[in-house]
């Protein structure tokens, strides 16, 4: 409620076990500061400085299959549905990933499951609008489980937050976050770039390098031409 947040029923006894293991170790009452704070950590709302090993630096969801000839794991693209381009940073180094699905949130979790091997789908997804006018935003709950699993079961899940000015950008917040509880400290994929290769992320290896070497966050066009002059000079 300080935060202006109504969070689902099932997110808000999730929080309540992490509130009540903070208050039995520190052996003392929570202020409203240490809930909020508690909850900026659990769910890494709040600026970089609440930040998960994952975060959203940007990111463009489509409708339409870019036309371009581009990497393998485009081609095998449906003809509809949504295309999701984006940059995160895992655990400090820059990832362009590219994924597809019915919606923002399923070709966001297909770009992650085919990046770095997260292999999770949605449970329960909640949003509603925080503040009027001008300064609203709109804030999404996710909860994850894993993929396969039979979400009317009582199988274990991770709970994210989202706050953004657009509802989609909300959404894709909310399943990072999730997606940060869910990881632990699991170990990731690293960046390897192979060029003239067969490789499902080839491109976007060579469009990551440049990235993290130059900080140029490349054009999906111009990640396509360079791609190409890189190949021609490796052969």
């Known amino acids: ?34 809930i909020t704070t508690a909850f900026r ?24 299959h870019v036309s371009e000839p581009v990497d393998q794991l485009s081609e095998d693209l449906p003809a509809e549905g949504r295309y999701f381009d984006g940059t995160i940073s895992v655990d400090g180094v820059y990832r362009v990933i590219r994924g597809s699905g019915n919606g923002p949130l399923s070709a966001f979790l297909d770009a992650l499951r085919t990046y770095l091997s997260i292999d999770l789908t949605v449970r ?25 699993q039979n979400p009317k079961e009582r199988t274990e899940g991770w709970w994210g937050v989202g706050i953004d000015t657009d509802i989609a950008g909300s959404g894709l917040r909310a399943v990072i976050s999730a997606v940060n509880n869910a990881i632990g400290d699991r170990q990731l994929p690293e960046l390897k770039l192979s060029v003239g290769l067969k490789s499902h992320s080839g491109q976007a290896d060579v469009a990551s390098v440049i990235l993290n070497a130059l900080l140029l966050d490349l054009p999906r066009r111009l990640q396509v031409h360079f791609f190409e002059i890189v190949q021609r000079t490796a052969q």
């Open 1 to 34: 409620t300080h935060l202006g947040l109504d969070m689902p029923r099932k997110m808000q006894i999730v929080f309540y076990q992490v509130i009540q293991e903070i208050s039995d170790r520190e052996a003392r009452e929570m202020t409203v500061t240490d």
């Open 41 to 64: 950590n659990t769910y890494h709302v709040g600026g970089p400085n609440f930040d998960g090993r994952l975060s959203l630096r940007s990111f463009k969801v489509t409708e339409e």
């Open 124 to 148: 329960e997804y909640v949003e509603h609008t925080i503040g009027e006018g001008k300064e609203a935003k709109a804030a999404s709950y996710v909860e994850l489980i894993k993929a396969g």
